[in-house]
């Protein structure tokens, strides 16, 4: 088993670790950079504590240990967690959601009592040793504007630390663990990974009890066992959605291989009812493509009354060309639903009336909230320390947010808190600041901005679940368009480790925002807006980005790291007229194709699966007829 080390300088070892001098004892994996994140609130306390993760077998018996760089001057916090006697478990009364992004969406973490003594090891005030066999669970962070950062839990339910990975780390971590233990998927949480033995025999039984699969499906777990990790998150969308059942028709059945495949390349059986696009899918030269100018006027398209009278000429000048900023403010309005289209003048300043006191109506809930009552409630004390730690650093340089005590920061931090009580189920998470700034900008009004948010969210919002569905899905259809677009692109990156495409994430989880200047944004966000010439515009334009950056990969040695360095430093370096030509003509290239897949054609939303009526109806059409239909769909319109 191969060694893997940190390069800088090793601190002296508590004495728990003095054991490692021991014959009997190995050190098999060593990680510095890796943090400990404190709940400590005053001045005098540091929050972050740097350390060393480590494997270390003792005897035969693996573990994992963390232990804290040692420091003189350090004073750390005395407590990480205090605990709170309550019917059914014991809680985390210093749950600060505002202090970590991605920790931020867990909100109460509750302990097993029945078992007394955990089998955790706590050598040190924060260090600790767990032996992998006592490992039930470890929580890898989603993909965010952040660091990753595990938890790990014991078997009697009693969560580590968050470790976080100021220097990366987290996969050779996982590696080194997977020759000891398997970590399974959880069928209801993508980032909780179940801890199991290497048995295959557990593990089977695992699924069988929790009913994940039909009959026949060993050769999942014999392909589990062998590369547990690759299986997991070298196509991490695809493994959650078979662990769901959402990929593979309860009826078909499940080809097994035999052992000596299990190295070999996938084939399509592997992944059960996931669409094989391979290189025979043959598409006709891009075609060029032309932008056009902004929206510059209004009011000749409105009639008499005021209404829109042609709701999609409007989407599609703003798609072709964007809109004057003069007119930014009345046309974000309608597409961002505060205005219906058909609404009338009159319409319209009722409903702005009506808006101004519902949004006064939730600002007043917040704002009455006494100190006495946000000590009690750590969900809301999170949201507020969150939002006022993100509005201090969003879009700093622009002259409306910048400066101290400005008043568009406090129109930010207060339609934020506001919208925390219009969804308190999604409350707020990191990157919605960055949505709501330029709505603010263009705006300039409190109450609109608002209301353009809530309708901005509406199409986003899935964005910013816990579950982190939403994006799973959409950077496998971002593979999926890739593998039609420039399959030998994708094989590269997949061959380097990035074949997830996750360096994306931040692109499509606040659509580009950091990518472009904020003027910029402001033209790209009201051509996605108009979702045409479909929802998956966004999708269409992170390929476009990474065809533009095909000749910098293909053939060069980038590893995952130089990669995802070098698709960071693009920030502010793309052209957006440039990256919209080259988004819209990946469109018009791929509904072009005769023998487009379903899948892909579902992508651009151009095939829509007959409905259960229709498949038993007499009159209905086939499969096939359904697709050429779809696929024999004219083009959008431009003027």
């Given at each position: 088993m191969s060694e893997s080390r940190s390069?800088?300088?090793r601190p002296d070892f508590p004495s728990w670790n003095s054991e490692l001098d021991?014959?009997?004892?190995?050190?098999?994996?060593?990680k510095e950079g890796v943090y400990l994140h404190t709940n400590a609130k005053r001045s005098n306390q540091d929050t972050t504590i740097p350390g060393f993760i480590r494997i270390v077998e003792r005897g035969g018996e693996p573990a994992l240990e963390w232990s804290a760089l040692e420091d003189e001057g350090r004073n750390t916090a005395a407590v990480f967690y205090t605990k709170k006697d309550g019917e059914g478990g014991v809680e985390d009364t210093n749950f600060d959601p505002g202090y970590e992004p991605d920790w931020a969406v867990i909100s109460t973490v509750k302990r097993d009592r029945v078992r007394e003594h955990p089998p955790v090891k706590e050598t040190s005030q924060w260090s600790f040793s767990l032996p992998l066999s006592e490992l039930y669970s470890l929580r890898r962070s989603r993909f965010s504007l952040g660091r990753n950062f595990l938890v790990f839990t014991s078997r009697g339910g009693h969560p580590l630390p968050p470790l976080h990975f100021h220097r990366g780390g987290t996969r050779e971590l996982l590696r080194a663990l997977q020759h000891y233990i398997i970590l399974a998927p959880s069928p209801v949480d993508g980032r909780l990974f179940l801890a199991y033995p290497h048995d295959s025999g557990a593990l089977s039984q695992s699924f069988d009890e929790l009913h994940l699969f039909d009959d026949g499906s060993s050769d999942l777990v014999s392909r589990f066992i062998q590369d547990p990790y690759a299986t997991t998150f070298g196509g991490f969308s695809k493994v959650t959605n078979f662990f769901r059942g959402a990929l593979r028709p309860p009826d078909s059945p499940f080809h097994s291989r035999g052992p000596q495949d299990h190295h070999g390349p996938p084939s399509a059986d592997d992944e059960p009812g996931f669409e094989l696009i391979t290189c025979g899918v043959e598409l006709g030269p891009k075609p060029d493509v032309t932008r056009g100018q902004p929206l510059d006027k209004w009011e000749e398209f409105l009639d008499p009354e005021g209404r829109v009278k042609d709701p999609q000429?409007?989407?599609?000048?703003v798609f072709r060309g964007g809109i004057?900023?003069?007119?930014?403010?009345?046309?974000?309005?309608?597409?961002?639903?505060?205005?219906?289209?058909?609404s009338t003048v009159k319409e319209r300043e009722d409903i702005l009336r009506m808006k101004t006191d519902e949004y006064f109506r939730m600002k007043v809930q917040w704002k009455s909230v006494s100190e006495e009552q946000e000590m009690r409630n750590s969900l809301l004390r999170g949201y507020r320390s969150l939002i006022e730690r993100d509005v201090s650093r969003t879009d700093r340089h622009n002259t409306f947010f910048s400066g101290n005590d400005n008043p568009g920061l406090a129109l930010?931090?207060?339609?934020?808190?506001?919208?925390?009580?219009?969804?308190f189920d999604l409350g707020y998470v990191q990157g919605m600041s960055d949505l709501l700034a330029p709505l603010l900008f263009v705006t300039q009004n409190?109450?609109?901005?608002?209301?353009c948010l809530t309708g901005f969210m509406e199409m986003v919002h899935q964005n910013f679940e816990e579950s982190q569905e939403a994006m799973k899905q959409q950077l496998l259809q971002l593979s999926l368009l890739m593998k039609a677009l420039d399959?030998?692109?994708?094989?590269?990156?997949?061959?380097?480790?990035?074949g997830s495409l996750c360096f994306c994430f931040r692109w499509l989880l606040i659509w580009f925002k950091r990518e472009f200047s904020f003027e910029d944004i402001l033209s790209l966000w009201e051509v996605l807006w108009t979702r045409l010439p479909c929802e998956n515009f966004h999708l269409l334009m992170a390929a476009s980005i990474l065809e533009s950056q095909r000749g910098e990969f293909i053939g060069s040695d980038h590893d995952f790291n130089t990669i995802l360095k070098h698709i960071n430093e693009l920030t502010m370096k793309l052209d957006l007229q440039t990256v919209l030509r080259g988004a819209e003509a990946n469109y018009l290239q791929l509904a072009c194709c005769k023998e487009l897949p379903v899948k892909v054609q579902e992508v651009i939303g151009l095939y829509v699966p007959p409905s259960?009526?229709?498949?038993?109806?007499?009159?209905s059409e086939s499969h096939e007829m359904h697709t050429a239909a779809a696929a024999a769909r004219p083009r959008p319109t431009y003027p």
């Open positions: 390069s800088g300088k021991n014959c009997s004892n190995r050190l098999v994996f060593e000429q409007i989407k599609e000048l004057t900023p003069s007119l930014r403010k009345d046309v974000w309005k309608f597409l961002l639903g505060f205005y219906p289209w058909n930010l931090n207060d339609v934020l808190m506001t919208y925390c009580m219009f969804n409190e109450v609109e901005s608002f209301w399959p030998e692109l994708l094989d590269y990156l997949d061959s380097q480790d990035s259960p009526d229709d498949e038993t109806s007499p009159e």
